[in-house]
Each structure stands twice: as C-alpha cells, then as structure tokens.
C-alpha cells in the first residue's frame, strides 16, 4: 500500500507541475561513501526481538544523545515502549533527536508525536504527504527509508527493522515453528561499535539539517564527537550513504563487488525489482561461473512490488541464477556476502526506489570471519526456502503473468 501511495503522489505531483526526483530539483545532498574504516566491532541481529533487545539496552544506557531515524514508528506495544524510552532518556538530560518518514508513519496519528514532542523529544517528519505543512517544493517521491539508531556517537544500529509489531515476535531463524506459534518478519540488523559509528552519526546530522529548515526544526552542530575515533574490534567497516538527486553510492557498490566476485554471491532481498545494470551484474557473474544464489519472499508483503520482481525471474533462472523463495514468514532482510569476505546489511532493496529515490544507509564489513557468519545465515535462510525451478515457473497462471507485466510498467516509481 505505501509503495502505491508513492507512486501516486509522484505522478499527482508532476502533473501539477511539483518537483519530481530529477536531479536539478533535488536538495544539495551528495551521498556518502566512506573510507575503509579499521577498528570496529559488528554484531549481527537476526530477527525483531533480538534487535530490540539491543536497542533498548543501548537507549537505556544513553548520556548524552540519541538519535533515531527510520520509516516506521507505529502506534503499537512495541512503538510505544520505544516511545516511553525515549521519553525517559529525554527526561534523564538526554539529548533525543527522530527522523520519522511521513509516509512510513501514515498510519500513526499525530497525537503519538506530539506527546514526544512535549516531552522535550525534537522531531523531524521527511517530507510531509501535506504540502502546505512544508517550507518549500513538495518532494512526495522522495523517501527517507533509513533505519538508524546512534546512542552517544559510541554505538550504532542500522538494518531492516523498524519500529513496529511485526518484529515482536522471533521469526524462522534459529530454530523451526511449532504449529500455531505467532512469527515474525525475518530480518537482519547490525549493532556497530567503533570508529565507524562517528560516520553513521554524521549521516543522520547531514540529513537533519539539510532538511531542517524545510520542515520547521532547529539545525545541529555538524562536528567532533567523542568517543568515535576509539577502537573497538578488529572488523573494517565501510559506510555508505545514498539520498535522492545525489552519487547513487549503495547502488555503486553493488554494482562493484558483484563485477568483482570469483566464488560465489548470496544475496537476500525484501524487494528485488533490478534496473538494467544490476540485472546485467548478476547474469554476468553467472556466466563467469560465480555460484549467485538469492533468498526472496515468498509471502507477499507489497504485491506491487511482488509481482514487479517476478518478472525477471524467467531471465534470472535462464541465466543460471539460483532463487529460493522463503516460506511462511514476510521476508524483510536486505543482506548480500560474497566470495565469504565482502559483506553488507543496511535499509536498501534491490529496486529503483531504493538506490533513486529514497534515502538509504548501508553498512560494508570487509572481514572473513564475519563473512562466514552472514553465509551461515545465508544458508539457514535457504533451509527455510524453496528452490524455484525454472520448468516449474515456466508453467505459472497467466493471471500472474499479466501482474507481472502491469507492475513492471511502475518499476521505476516502485
């Protein structure tokens, strides 16, 4: 529903005359893409409840900042237990800074947000469905969908989740459902310590204020931060950055590690909708003898995008591409490791909408053992997958041959 509602408001605003996702009508924010950063410590989360666990432990722990950006924050047990937290923290002398998207969150009511807001909480809704609630053009298209989590410029947390119900509950990994047994999403996050958390606290303070004045807030220091220089591990950590109008950076390394893998390529995506490049990537490393398998839903979360995505999947399995399609839980991960080295897990999908139009925030580790534990994962996730056959698929009903063939149409807006 929310990638229809984009794609409609992007098309209302173009045929009033607003401002579309090209780049001359974009704000100046030019991505990131940062060193290789030695030093770190990352911790791989796995499903909702092990991520919030972590989270809340970090707030909990908070002195001096937090800043939290994502796409959803709902009106639920788990968005308001987050949202008392935070209340708390503000109260304690904890200074709480929140980047919520409008569209994410249309379903919260303003009252959830305005009790943040009293509370002493400064607040950021991304680009508002209601234009007359902004200071400039209306970018509707434009989406924040990263999720990011900095407590005090000494530990971060970036992946799929949001802050939502459907992560309350564990999901397939780790062990098998028991009959009648509730499940939640499948997702993968990342807690970072390090010198790397400095660049992913400078992610969410470019974002505030390059749009702070379009939304009505205060701007923020942009500077040193202590703590972000300490080393914490032995991992290396590269920070990558993308925002509308600017160096499409997640899309560029994908692009790169895939054109540079020898062994093998696993890449688990909520929503695999490749442009024309990263389609190409792929079938070339099949054609090279790169082992490239995906992990892709197999229960329907957007049927939009679904529908968009299967239809490169005749292409994909011709091509020699393996694809496993998950079983009974929504599948929300955006992971990829390859050749066991080069790894990474962050907020975008594989589609048009995350590498143009969103903003989007992902996290490269370049180490071998963490590549063996995201290729544990990787495999796990396949046990609970199916193989999808190239006969088989070849013998779908045309009714889904026809959505695929429609929602492809919308590809570049979903």
């Given at each position: 529903?929310?990638?229809?509602?984009?794609?409609?408001?992007?098309l209302?605003?173009?045929?009033?005359?607003?401002?579309?996702?090209l780049?001359?009508?974009?704000?100046?924010?030019?991505?990131?893409?940062s060193?290789?950063?030695?030093?770190?410590?990352?911790?791989?989360?796995?499903?909702?409840?092990?991520?919030?666990?972590?989270?809340?432990?970090?707030?909990?722990?908070?002195?001096?900042?937090?800043?939290?950006?994502?796409?959803?924050?709902?009106?639920?047990?788990?968005?308001?237990?987050?949202?008392n937290?935070?209340?708390?923290?503000?109260?304690?002398?904890?200074?709480?800074?929140?980047?919520?998207?409008?569209?994410?969150?249309?379903?919260?009511?303003?009252?959830?947000?305005?009790?943040?807001?009293?509370?002493?909480?400064?607040l950021?809704?991304?680009?508002?469905?209601?234009?007359?609630?902004?200071?400039?053009?209306?970018?509707?298209?434009?989406?924040?969908?990263?999720?990011?989590?900095?407590?005090?410029?000494?530990?971060?947390?970036?992946?799929?989740?949001?802050?939502?119900?459907?992560?309350?509950?564990?999901?397939?990994?780790?062990?098998?459902?028991?009959?009648?047994?509730?499940?939640?999403?499948?997702?993968?996050h990342?807690?970072?310590?390090?010198?790397?958390?400095?660049?992913?606290?400078?992610?969410?303070?470019?974002?505030?204020?390059?749009?702070?004045?379009?939304?009505?807030?205060?701007?923020?220091?942009?500077?040193?931060?202590?703590?972000?220089?300490?080393?914490?591990?032995?991992?290396?950590?590269?920070?990558v950055?993308?925002?509308?109008?600017?160096?499409?950076?997640?899309?560029?390394?994908?692009?790169?590690?895939?054109?540079?893998?020898?062994?093998?390529?696993?890449?688990?995506c909520?929503?695999?909708?490749?442009?024309?490049?990263?389609?190409?990537?792929?079938?070339?490393?099949?054609?090279?003898?790169?082992?490239?398998?995906?992990?892709?839903?197999?229960?329907?979360?957007?049927?939009?995008?679904?529908?968009?995505?299967?239809?490169?999947?005749?292409?994909?399995l011709?091509?020699?591409?393996?694809?496993?399609?998950?079983?009974?839980?929504?599948?929300?991960?955006?992971?990829?490791?390859?050749?066991?080295?080069?790894?990474?897990?962050?907020?975008?999908?594989?589609?048009?909408?995350?590498?143009?139009?969103?903003?989007?925030?992902?996290v490269?580790?370049i180490?071998?053992?963490?590549?063996?534990?995201?290729?544990?994962?990787?495999?796990?996730?396949?046990?609970?997958?199916?193989?999808?056959?190239?006969?088989?698929?070849?013998?779908?009903?045309?009714?889904?041959?026809?959505?695929?063939?429609?929602?492809?149409?919308?590809?570049?807006?979903?």
């Amino acid at each position: 529903m929310r990638h229809f509602l984009i794609a409609f408001m992007w098309l209302l605003s173009y045929l009033v005359g607003g401002c579309s996702s090209l780049p001359g009508n974009s704000l100046p924010a030019p991505g990131l893409r940062s060193a290789l950063i030695p030093g770190n410590q990352v911790k791989l989360l796995f499903d909702g409840p092990q991520t919030m666990a972590a989270m809340e432990a970090a707030i909990r722990s908070a002195r001096s900042s937090i800043h939290l950006e994502t796409y959803i924050f709902d009106q639920d047990p788990v968005g308001m237990h987050f949202a008392n937290l935070l209340i708390s923290s503000q109260r304690s002398g904890v200074k709480v800074r929140i980047i919520y998207d409008a569209v994410g969150t249309l379903g919260t009511p303003d009252s959830f947000f305005d009790t943040l807001k009293e509370a002493g909480i400064e607040l950021m809704a991304f680009n508002p469905v209601n234009p007359f609630k902004l200071r400039g053009p209306w970018k509707p298209n434009n989406r924040d969908h990263r999720k990011l989590l900095v407590v005090d410029d000494r530990m971060a947390f970036t992946g799929g989740v949001n802050i939502s119900q459907s992560y309350a509950q564990s999901s397939l990994f780790h062990y098998k459902a028991s009959k009648g047994r509730a499940l939640g999403w499948r997702d993968t996050h990342l807690q970072v310590q390090g010198p790397a958390v400095a660049v992913l606290q400078t992610v969410f303070l470019r974002t505030w204020n390059a749009h702070a004045a379009r939304a009505g807030v205060a701007a923020t220091t942009v500077g040193r931060f202590p703590g972000g220089g300490a080393a914490a591990g032995q991992q290396t950590v590269q920070v990558v950055a993308s925002e509308p109008g600017g160096l499409q950076e997640v899309h560029a390394v994908y692009i790169e590690a895939i054109r540079h893998a020898r062994q093998r390529i696993y890449l688990t995506c909520a929503y695999l909708v490749p442009d024309e490049e990263m389609l190409q990537a792929l079938l070339d490393a099949a054609k090279r003898g790169v082992d490239a398998q995906l992990v892709l839903p197999g229960v329907i979360e957007s049927g939009m995008v679904f529908y968009a995505g299967q239809s490169y999947f005749e292409e994909m399995l011709e091509g020699g591409l393996r694809i496993f399609l998950m079983r009974e839980v929504v599948l929300h991960a955006k992971t990829a490791v390859i050749d066991g080295r080069w790894s990474t897990v962050g907020t975008a999908n594989m589609d048009t909408r995350s590498f143009l139009h969103n903003s989007e925030v992902n996290v490269i580790v370049i180490d071998t053992s963490f590549g063996s534990a995201m290729e544990a994962a990787f495999n796990e996730d396949r046990k609970d997958s199916d193989e999808l056959l190239l006969p088989h698929w070849r013998e779908r009903p045309t009714m889904n041959r026809i959505r695929e063939w429609l929602y492809r149409r919308f590809g570049y807006w979903l």
